[in-house]
Nanobody, 117 residues
Framework: VQLVESGGGLVQAGGSLKLACAAS????????LGWYRQAPGKQRELVAT???????IYGDSVKGRFTISRDNAKDTVYLQMNSLKPEDTAVYFC????????????WGQGTQVTVSS
């Protein structure tokens, strides 16, 4: 299984970015597919994820500003980030969990998002 993120970069506060995560390999029976982030000196936290059945969960700090979406045909998940704030600055990681490998988290390499004030 391989997860490859793209779309990070530098943006001013109030701006927007769209991240993409392309998944490849033996992917089926997905329990969760989404995004986490980690800022310097902080723990990794949930940003947004699809759960089994297609429902979504958002972190409290991004609700109303970020939107997760997916293209099943391309095995790709997206994160549209609007109204970005300096506190959104972090490395954003794609995450995958599958029923066939319980307890295992698959991670991408991460993409840096920097929001300047």
């Amino acid at each position: 299984v391989q997860l490859v993120e793209s779309g990070g970069g530098l943006v001013q506060a109030g701006g927007s970015l769209k991240l993409a995560c392309a998944a490849s390999g033996r992917i089926f029976s997905v329990n969760a597919l989404g995004w986490y982030r980690q800022a310097p000196g902080k723990q990794r936290e949930l940003v947004a994820t699809f759960t089994y059945g297609g429902s979504t969960i958002y972190g409290d700090s991004v609700k109303g500003r970020f939107t997760i979406s997916r293209d099943n045909a391309k095995d790709t998940v997206y994160l549209q980030m609007n109204s970005l704030k300096p506190e959104d600055t972090a490395v954003y990681f794609c995450n995958l969990r599958m029923e066939r490998t319980p307890g295992i988290d698959y991670w991408g390499q991460g993409t840096q998002v920097t929001v300047s004030s």
